[in-house]
Nanobody, 125 residues
Framework: QVQLVESGGGLVQPGGSLRLSCAASGRTFYNYAMDWFRQAPGKEREFVASISWSGTNTYYATSVKGRFTISRDNTKNTLYLQMNSLKPEDTAVYYC??????????????????WGQGTQVTVSS
């Protein structure tokens, strides 16, 4: 199993930016696609962004496309999510996730092998 620890969440005003990080240990990080999901109060956990094992390919939910950027540094075993132009509806707990199978991109919770503990992002004035 891979262990994942998120950081970087907090309170930000609408229009502001945050950068989330996810530090990985355990399994060989570079062999796995990685995702960000989020869960708002009373709602189901939803897909935000995905990145292939090499970092070559990225995928985004329609609601965040053009505002969020997912990236990874395989030399540091770290996943990132740069969030710009934040809106109140982006308020949620954000989770990083490692894939279940090597080198397989996933965009649903069924593809998740490991979850982080989550980090709270609150967008409010």
């Amino acid at each position: 199993q891979v262990q994942l620890v998120e950081s970087g969440g907090g309170l930000v005003q609408p229009g502001g930016s945050l950068r989330l990080s996810c530090a990985a240990s355990g399994r060989t990080f570079y062999n796995y696609a990685m995702d960000w999901f989020r869960q708002a109060p009373g709602k189901e956990r939803e897909f935000v962004a995905s990145i292939s094992w090499s970092g070559t390919n990225t995928y985004y939910a329609t609601s965040v496309k053009g505002r969020f950027t997912i990236s990874r540094d395989n030399t540091k075993n770290t996943l990132y999510l740069q969030m710009n132009s934040l809106k109140p509806e982006d308020t949620a707990v954000y989770y990083c996730a490692a894939g279940k199978d090597t080198r397989v991109v996933f965009t649903t919770t069924q593809g998740v092998g490991s979850w982080g503990q989550g980090t709270q992002v609150t967008v409010s004035s």
